[in-house]
C-alpha cells in the first residue's frame, strides 16, 4: 500500500464478511485513522453495528483497498485485511 498522496489512489474502508464498501479516502493515513476511531467503539454501536440479522453473533472485518481511480472502472491495485470488531473484541491485522 502507498502511503503518500496521489491523485490517482483512492483508499477504501471494505467490510469484507458483508461486502460493505464504509467510506472512501485519499490517503493511507486518513483511513487508518478512521479504522483507530472504529476500533474505540463498541461492537454493538455505531458504525460497528453489523447490517445482518444475526449482527449479535456477527462481526466486522474491514480491509483496506486501494483503487487506482485513473482508469474506469477503478482497478484494485491492493488489499489488506486490517481490523476485526465483534463480541469477543478487536483484533489488530497489523503491527501497530
Same mark, same amino acid.
Given at each position: 500500500?502507498?502511503? #503518500? ?10 467490510? #469484507? ?18 479504522? #483507530? ?38 482497478? #484494485? ?20
Amino acid at each position: 500500500m502507498r502511503d #503518500e498522496f496521489s491523485t490517482n489512489s483512492k483508499f477504501i474502508i471494505e467490510d #469484507e464478511a458483508h461486502a460493505e464498501w464504509c467510506g472512501v479516502f485519499s490517503t493511507f493515513a486518513e483511513t487508518m485513522s478512521e479504522l #483507530e476511531s472504529r476500533s474505540r467503539v463498541a461492537w454493538d454501536a455505531q458504525p460497528n453495528v453489523c447490517p445482518c440479522t444475526n449482527g449479535k453473533t456477527c462481526g466486522r472485518e474491514y480491509a483496506i483497498v486501494e483503487f487506482d481511480i485513473s482508469t474506469e472502472p477503478w482497478k #484494485e491495485r491492493s488489499r489488506a485485511p486490517i481490523l476485526a470488531i465483534s463480541s469477543n473484541g478487536v483484533e489488530w491485522n497489523v503491527t501497530k
